[in-house]
């Protein structure tokens, strides 16, 4: 039994997958409190749904693409079942975590967007460095920026780590309304880093405060 915040067909806003549509399985339950959090009615907001029933409510949106997100997916038990029904029916399955939970028993397949929490997060402290060492080619690893002293800390991150050699991008994405795109991305080009500058698409398209999207 999955505790279920939200399903809805949008457009994805982030990561490589940015524009396509896709169903988005939001679970409820999260244990950071990241100070720039825009989903904190995940927090609590939800309902019971067994994984048949998150399963059929996908089918019948009829999209390739799904996305399981929160809140913090990984801390319900039935996430893992969810994700192989959802791989077995053909879609493709793409989870956003927060990287302070292990990603390794995550399903073959599964397209993992894990974030790396910046000092500016207040949650930097609960990152989970051995999630590094389970990262793939298909992976994904995003780090939200909220200043100067937090993207240091993600290219430095980025450098020691070798990221853009070993996942399939790596995202740093500005904390919208805080911090600049454009002085986000001259630092990027001046440290020539082998990065994705990420913006959050959906809140261009309808309002930040939307949710749904």
Not at 18 to 24: D, I, K, N, T, Y
Not at 88 to 97: A, C, P
Not at 100 to 127: F, L, Q, T, Y
Request: charged letters at 25%; proline letters at 4%; hydrophobic letters at 40%.
């Amino acid at each position: 039994m999955l505790t279920v915040n939200e399903i809805f067909h949008s457009i994805q806003g982030e990561s490589t997958y940015a524009g396509r549509p896709c169903v988005f399985v939001r679970l409820t339950a999260c244990d950071l409190r990241c100070r720039w959090c825009d989903t904190t009615y995940a927090f609590h907001e939800g309902r019971k749904m067994s994984v048949d029933e998150v399963v059929a409510d996908v089918e019948a949106r009829g999209c390739p693409t799904v996305e399981v997100t929160g809140g913090e997916p990984l801390l319900q038990a039935d996430v893992y079942p969810l994700m192989q029904r959802l791989l077995d029916s053909g879609k493709t399955v793409l989870i956003e975590t927060g990287g302070h939970r292990s990603i390794a028993n995550v399903p073959a397949g599964v397209i993992r967007i894990m974030d790396v929490k910046c000092p500016g997060s207040g949650e930097s402290a609960k990152n989970d460095w051995s999630n590094l060492a389970h990262l793939t080619k298909t992976d994904e690893v995003k780090f939200v920026i909220a200043d100067r002293a937090d993207y240091e800390y993600a290219r430095d991150i980025v450098q020691r780590e070798n990221l853009p050699s070993r996942v399939n991008a790596v995202l740093f994405s500005p904390v919208h309304g805080e911090l600049d795109a454009k002085l986000l991305s001259e630092w990027v080009i001046a440290d020539r880093l082998d990065v994705r500058v990420q913006l959050q698409v959906h809140k261009y398209i309808w309002s930040p405060e939307t949710r749904g999207v």
